[in-house]
């Protein structure tokens, strides 16, 4: 049986995790880590200068299920090697995201965070967002396309390094026209900082902002998804800009 | 004069910071943001379910010093949007971080996510680390390479999203050989959980381990820094594995 280990970033009681759990129970041996808390916008952060905690809160056959004090990525760090140690991993999953992680979205996000690990680590991974922020989001429309993607990447040889990220447009499910392998769209968040006073008249402030699509490329993550495309960007952790390595040699450096 | 935002990730007090403080204020009107408490291992986390908190610390001639109670990543947007709004900035600098961000080291760095979020909002951007973790490494080895890299950045173009992850070797100046233009080693943690006891008997865990060179390839950034020369990695926030797509095209997805 195949060993899967499943995590999110929006927290252990957060119903996308529950139904990526029950998507992918019928693939193999299940081990859940998830976050304690919700943990969206925490990137590829880890815990160094506090304690972690891990605490087992279900245990049947093919099922044990952890609460993780910690991010993302400390979920995928402890699972491999507490209750999974020794053991072959074939599977990470991680989702289904509340709202989208496609564009520059991945590099701020836990969901891909927890993904892009677990590639760092030599497992394959995928991580499963889909395009709607709702806490009671219906997360069954696409539920088939996610077991056949997660059917295939089983069969597939995918090399260190690479994990998936996996958008989904919201969308009934008779709506949803396929599957498409994008690029990250270059697209970007336009921000501000909304100012509010506390009671004893302090400053403090809120990030709040929307993301603008603006002129994205046809074969990207953002076009697909407008189309109702299900999007798939590979994503690598070697974050060398080749292209610049010559021009730079040429400098006086 | 040029305008120059300051952070870094080991916190307003780390004497890396002060460092490039010191070696950046010639070059311009300096804002320094940095976080309040270290920050160690934030990689690209911002701060999205708790409000922010940015407090005026100094202000004198062409020098301003804010400390913010957020992530590295905050403090760069909070810096752009809030003391330098409506400004021109034209370089953002991060560091000296007490300890390497080469190699993979680059993913979980909260030095180089403040950096990287630079390059994405189309500001230059350069990450400091020193290859020692010392709370009082001797940061000045190294300063005339630092005022050389900042100042040929300058005069460089340099295109929107890239950032400079900057490594410097634990040396004396004289033994320093110099400036290489690398790529970023494919090394990586060992890493295991210490487990602990807290007093009412629950269990508790540290994050511990080493970091592996492995066989590193020549161009990269570890090997470069074994050589005693200083590395520069030119980074992008563009994740896509381009040479992926083609191939999972041909699945059956």
């Known amino acids: 049986m195949l060993n899967i280990l499943i995590t999110n970033d929006d927290g252990i009681r957060a119903k996308g995790l529950r139904t990526l759990i029950e998507i992918a129970r019928p693939f193999g041996n299940?081990?859940?880590?998830?976050?304690?808390?919700?943990?969206?916008?925490?990137g590829?952060?880890?815990?160094?200068?506090?304690?972690?905690?891990?605490?087992?809160?279900?245990?049947?056959?093919?099922?044990?299920?952890?609460?993780?004090?910690?991010?993302p990525v400390d979920c995928v760090k402890m699972g491999l090697r507490i209750p999974?140690?020794?053991?072959?991993?074939?599977?990470?999953?991680?989702?289904?995201?509340?709202?989208?992680?496609?564009s520059s979205n991945v590099i701020y996000s836990g969901t891909m965070g927890a993904a892009i690990?677990?590639?760092?680590?030599?497992?394959?991974?995928?991580?499963?967002?889909?395009l709607d922020y709702h806490h009671d989001a219906d997360f069954m429309q696409a539920a088939d396309f996610m077991r056949k993607?997660?059917?295939?990447?089983?069969?597939?040889?995918?090399?260190?390094?690479?994990?998936?990220?996996?958008?989904?447009?919201?969308?009934?499910?008779?709506?949803?026209?396929g599957i498409k392998i994008c690029t990250q769209a270059d697209a970007h968040w336009v921000e501000e900082y909304l100012a509010r006073k506390d009671p004893w008249n302090g400053d403090y402030?809120?990030?709040?902002?929307?993301?603008?699509?603006?002129?994205?490329?046809?074969?990207?993550?953002?076009?697909?998804?407008?189309q109702n495309y299900i999007s798939i960007v590979p994503v690598q952790y070697d974050l060398t800009a080749f292209d610049m390595i010559e021009k730079l040699k040429h400098l006086n450096l």
Chains 1, 2 share one sequence.
């Open 30 to 42: 299940i081990t859940v880590v998830a976050p304690q808390d919700p943990m969206s916008g925490m």
């Open 44 to 71: 590829h952060a880890i815990t160094v200068s506090r304690p972690l905690r891990l605490n087992l809160l279900k245990k049947e056959e093919n099922y044990q299920e952890y609460v993780c004090v910690g991010t």
């Open 84 to 102: 999974l140690e020794n053991q072959n991993v074939d599977l990470v999953l991680s989702g289904i995201n509340h709202g989208s992680n496609a």
């Open 117 to 130: 690990e677990a590639s760092i680590e030599g497992v394959k991974s995928i991580g499963f967002s889909l």
């Open 149 to 177: 993607i997660i059917a295939d990447v089983i069969e597939t040889q995918i090399p260190r390094g690479i994990s998936l990220n996996v958008n989904i447009p919201k969308a009934k499910k008779e709506d949803i026209k």
């Open 205 to 226: 402030y809120w990030l709040a902002g929307e993301f603008v699509d603006g002129n994205v490329s046809e074969d990207s993550d953002i076009y697909a998804l407008k």
